[in-house]
């Protein structure tokens, strides 16, 4: 199966596709278009929407392994405090 990306014109406006094994055609990204970088297509793989959600989303997963170890130092430092058996002779 060939996997190169085809180019048509649709409306006015290039669109780049390939033809995938599993999903039939997909509208693709291309890094290099006519020998130059589209900086949009690197930075972003097309989609700003999609680069701010996976941000947000790396984001938030961040912030919970933070104050995860945050809750398991104070913890700690709660359980090194106090005794947990007190033996009296």
């Not at 014109?9 to 995938?20: A, N, W």
């Not at 790396?58 to 005794?83: D, M, Q, R």
Request: charged share 20%.
């Amino acid at each position: 199966m060939d996997l190169k990306i085809k180019e048509i014109d649709l409306e006015g406006e290039r669109v780049f596709i390939k033809k995938s094994r599993i999903f039939g055609w997909g509208v693709v990204h291309p890094i290099k278009v006519d020998g130059k970088i589209s900086w949009k297509n690197l930075i972003s793989g097309g989609s700003w929407f999609k680069l701010i959600s996976i941000g947000v989303l790396s984001l938030l997963i961040l912030l919970a392994i933070l104050e995860y170890n945050s809750i398991v130092e104070i913890a700690n430092e709660c359980l090194n405090k106090t005794p947990m058996f007190s033996f009296t002779p």
